[in-house]
């Protein structure tokens, strides 16, 4: 069964820093991995989609890395900024096309 | 934004009843999904479908039910709601790739 992880579960940082959210998985068998955001209240927006076969993908201010290999992604905020204070979840998907996702990692960024 | 409408919003049920949650999506994705939310707990799936009449269970299926007669609709009933029920349940869909979610519909049982 595929488990998925993500560190750490809450983060403070003042705003313009650089930051590194961390997600592992256990199964190494996957399609893809998606990064979402979620603020209070509402639905998951999609971030990033990396493939199988990429090792990355790059939107604005946000890098995704994957090593599938090793179970690992990673999620690179740079200069960051109140706005991006939010949940942050990971999700892959497997076998069945299903999507499993970690318990996510809760942002705040101070002005 | 994805075509993706949940309906209702929000419901408060008695013990007991049965609810129907509903998914409606205008992208004609083949892959349909229900996830419930509850802190401590993070998302878990609870039914998807991969087809019209196509459905499989989750890692939470029990109390719950499924249905998908047509490609843009897909029904989440819960046969005789609990209180363990009461939570935030979101659709999905996709096609392989991305996947899009709704903005969830909250549920409390009474």
């Known amino acids: 069964k595929q488990e998925v992880t993500q560190i750490p579960a809450a983060l403070s940082v003042p705003e313009g820093e650089n930051l590194v959210l961390n997600c592992s998985f256990t199964?190494?068998?996957?399609?893809?991995l998606q990064w979402f955001r979620q603020d209070p209240g509402k639905g998951l927006t999609s971030l990033l989609l990396?493939?199988?076969?990429?090792r990355e993908q790059t939107s604005g201010r946000l890098n995704a890395s994957l090593d599938k290999s090793s179970g690992r992604s990673t999620l690179y905020i740079a200069a960051s900024q109140p706005g991006d204070s939010a949940t942050y979840l990971c999700a892959v998907r497997g076998a069945g096309n299903m999507l499993t996702f970690g318990g996510g990692t809760r942002l705040m960024v101070k002005p | 934004d994805a075509g993706i409408t949940q309906s209702p919003r929000h419901k408060v049920t008695e013990t007991g009843t049965p609810v129907t949650l509903r998914c409606h999506q205008t992208?004609?994705?083949?892959?349909m999904y229900w996830y419930r939310q509850d802190p401590g707990h993070g998302l878990r799936l609870i039914h998807y479908s991969y087809g019209v009449k196509d459905t499989d269970k989750g890692e939470v299926s029990d109390g719950y039910s499924v249905s998908r007669s047509k490609t843009e609709d897909f029904l989440l009933t819960l046969e005789s709601a609990t209180s363990s029920q009461t939570s935030v349940y979101f659709c999905?869909?996709?096609?392989?790739?991305?996947?899009?979610f709704g903005q969830g519909t909250r549920l409390t049982v009474v």
């Open positions: 992208e004609n994705h083949r892959y």
């Open positions: 990396i493939q199988s076969s990429q």
């Open positions: 199964d190494s068998a996957i399609y893809n």
């Open positions: 999905a869909i996709s096609e392989k790739a991305e996947a899009f």
